[in-house]
């Protein structure tokens, strides 16, 4: 293939388990820069998020956020797009849900990423781990409040039932003006309708003049899904969720043994 542009996805797939950046995943993503290939990180982490790994991963372009709601550049901080969920579409969700499922918290991931707008309650649940951000930071508002505004990402979580109950409850609800997912975080994860990753690449590549099959894409979760299948070559880490293992055209090595480095090492030399 021609490679122009490399969307990979961060937590499980480019970084090891402990967050970091091996010395042979950063030789392959320079490698790919000093060919004139974007690099680009595609993740369910907003902007704050992703400035942390810049450094170690030489992340300095372009990046699509929010679970591909967000397009934004790194450096100069220019958005080319921006998809939040409407407020009224995000209000009839909640309301609905509340009805099936008692005692859910809310946020409202807003203002380019860098809002988050969290429900009293909703601090006691979370760690660093859940968000990039400092719990101290998770000021409590009334729901009204949380949901007054569009956001660019909305959270759904609930103390005792896991993800797979709220994805199930959401989706029998049967709302077209939202889209759902989840990342392996502890929450469900509410997008625009037709955001996903694969949406916010695509809207990237129409910017900087690239097709679909000049792109390779990497990924292991669930809301890697439709990017996988999008890209002209979707490699899924062995570390993946079935449902990314079954869409991808090839499968690489884990996160840990620098599955993303491999396949790019390939496709530079070929």
């Keep these: 293939m021609r490679l122009r542009l490399v969307a990979t996805d961060l937590d499980g797939t480019l970084l090891r388990g402990d ?6 995943t950063r030789a392959a993503l320079d490698a790919a820069r000093a060919a004139g ?7 369910a982490r907003q902007p704050l998020g992703v400035r942390p790994l810049a450094e170690a991963a030489g992340f300095d372009g372009w990046a699509v956020c929010s679970n591909g709601s967000l397009g934004i550049h790194l450096t100069t901080g220019e958005r080319i797009f921006e998809e939040p969920v409407a407020v009224e579409a995000q209000q009839r969700l909640v309301a ?4 099936r499922i008692p005692g859910l918290l809310h946020v409202s991931v807003r203002d380019g990423g860098e809002g988050f707008v969290a429900q009293e309650g909703y601090a006691a649940l979370a760690t660093y781990e859940d968000h990039k951000r400092d719990v101290s930071t998770m000021s409590g508002h009334d729901l009204a409040e949380v949901l007054a505004e569009p956001s660019l990402k909305l959270i759904v979580r609930h103390p005792e039932l896991g993800v797979p109950e709220l994805l199930a409850a959401a989706r029998a609800l049967g709302h077209d003006d939202v889209a759902l997912t989840h990342s392996g975080a502890p929450f ?4 625009a309708a037709s955001v996903s990753k694969a949406w916010g690449v695509a809207r990237l ?12 894409a990497f990924g292991d979760a669930p809301n890697d899904v439709e990017l996988l299948a999008w890209a002209g070559l979707g490699v899924a880490v062995a570390n993946a969720v079935p449902e990314a293992l079954d869409v ?3 499968v690489t090595a884990s996160n840990e043994d620098d599955g993303v480095a491999l396949v790019l090492e390939r496709l530079l030399t070929s």
């Design 188 to 191: 469900l994860e509410v997008m």
């Design 205 to 216: 590549c129409e910017r900087l003049g690239i097709d679909r099959e000049e792109v390779v």
């Design 37 to 43: 290939v974007h690099v680009v990180p595609v993740t």
């Design 96 to 99: 609905a849900l509340a009805e």
């Design 248 to 250: 991808a055209d090839e």
């Design 19 to 24: 967050r970091s950046v091996s010395p042979r």
